[in-house]
C-alpha cells in the first residue's frame, strides 16, 4: 500500500507540474476594441457579442470591415501586454482607465471582443489586399495608401504602475486618432495586446537578455529591393538592432538596393542610418537556392562606414520553399563566428522574408513552428500519463491474491497470521 500511495502522489505532483508548463505556454488570448471613424458598415459585419475568437475568425472579421468599408487606413494601437481585467479596473479616483476612449463614443461604435487568439497575427491577412505596414510615433502621419499603422505603446517603465500606464496609453491614442481624423476620410482602429498581462510569455523572460529597440521615426518596416525582376522583400515590427561588444544601436532610415542575383544565390543589400548619427551601414543577406526546390538565408554581412566588414551566421535556420515566405514570430538573431573582431549581433523582431518576390507581394507564408510543438508535447503528455495508469492498475490487479484455503465449519477455524 506505501507503494501505491507513492506512485498515486508522483502521479498527481506530474500532472500539476506539467500542466501547468502547457498552460503558460499555451496561445495567448486577448481583448481586442474595435471602432472606426464612421458607422459605415454593415450590421452583419459585427461579431458577436463575448466571442471567443481564433486567427482565422478574427482575420475573416478585419478583412470584411476592410472590404465593406472601401479600403481604409488601419491603425493598430499594440500593448505589449493587455487583459480584459484591464477594462474593468478602476483608476485611484474610481473610475475608468480609459475615460479619453469614451470621449469618442458618440462619433463611432466602440466593439470590444474579449478573446482573440494572437490578434496581430490575424492582420496579416490584409496583405492580401495590398496592405503594407508602416510604423510611426505619432509626429509625421504618411499618406493613406493602404497601410497598416502600428503605433506600439511603451512598456511599464520604472517606478510606474499600471494604472497610470493605461490612462497616459489612454490619452496618447485619442489625441492621435483625432489627428488622423482630419487627415484619413476614413479609418479603422484595433487597440490590442500582443500577450495577456496575467500570463509570463516568453518574450517577456527573455527581455533581460534581449536589447530594447525604441521606435524610430524613419523606420521602415518593410523594404522591397529595387528593380522589377528578383525582388526581395523584408519585413520586421521594429527597426533592427544592431549591437557591437554590449553596445546596441537602431538601424533607421532603411533603403532596399538592387539585389545581387546569381545562379544559385541572390543577396538582398540594405542601407542604414546607424542611430542618430550620419554615418552609413550596409547589411547584405544571402540567399542560396538549393536542389531539391527550398531557398535558405544564410548569412547576413554587416559593412560599417569604415568599409570593415563582419560575417554574421544566423542561430536558427531561415528556411522555406520556392515561391514561399518564411515567417518567425520571434527574434531572429545573427552572431560573427569570428570573435577577434568582437562581438557583433544583428537583431530583427518578427521577421517575415522571401526572395525572388512575384507581384510585389509576399506569397503564402511558413512558420518557424518547431517539430514537437506544445499540443504534441501536450498530446504526448497524456498518452504516457494514461499508460502509466493503466500499467500501475495492472500491477496492482495482479498483485491480489486469491484465497486458497476455506474455513470447514466441522473442523477447527482458519487461523491467519500477520504475513498472510
Partial sequence: ????????????????????????????????????????????????????????????????????????????????????????????????????????????????????????????????????????????????????????????????????????????????????????PNILAVYTGRHSSWTAPESRVRRDVEPTSSPATSCNVILTSSGTADQIMLYTSECPVLTINNTSFNLTSGEALSPDTRKESQRMILRYKLGNSSDKVTVRFRFNFTDDGYWQLTQAEYENSNAQKYLLEPKSTIRAALNNSYNCGSVALFQNTDKSQGNVTLWLKNIKVQPSVQGGKFSASEDCVPYFTIPIWSGLFVTFLLLFIVAWGIDMMMSIHTMDRFDDPKGKPLVFNAQE
Fill in 1 to 184: 500500500m506505501k507503494m501505491a500511495s507513492f506512485k498515486m502522489y508522483l502521479t498527481a505532483i506530474l500532472a500539476c507540474i506539467l500542466g501547468t508548463i502547457f498552460s503558460t505556454n499555451a496561445h495567448s488570448h486577448v481583448p481586442v476594441l474595435l471602432w472606426q471613424s464612421h458607422n459605415g458598415a454593415e450590421s452583419e459585419l459585427n461579431p458577436p457579442a463575448l466571442s471567443r475568437m481564433n486567427v482565422e475568425e478574427f482575420a475573416d472579421v478585419l478583412m470584411r470591415r476592410v472590404e465593406a468599408d472601401h479600403n481604409p487606413v488601419v491603425v493598430l494601437f499594440v500593448e505589449d501586454t493587455l487583459s480584459i481585467e484591464d477594462f474593468s479596473r478602476q483608476s485611484s479616483g474610481r473610475s475608468s482607465l480609459f475615460p479619453a476612449l469614451q470621449t469618442i463614443k458618440g462619433d463611432v461604435k466602440l466593439e470590444f471582443i474579449p478573446s482573440v487568439q494572437t490578434p496581430v497575427k490575424a492582420l496579416n491577412r490584409l496583405s492580401k489586399l495590398g496592405y503594407k505596414w508602416e510604423q510611426i510615433n505619432g509626429e509625421v502621419l504618411p499618406e493613406a495608401n493602404k497601410k497598416i499603422l502600428i503605433v506600439n505603446l511603451s512598456d511599464l517603465k520604472v517606478k510606474e504602475d499600471r494604472p497610470s500606464m493605461l490612462l497616459q496609453h489612454d490619452k496618447y491614442m485619442t489625441s492621435l486618432y483625432k489627428r488622423m481624423v482630419t487627415v484619413y
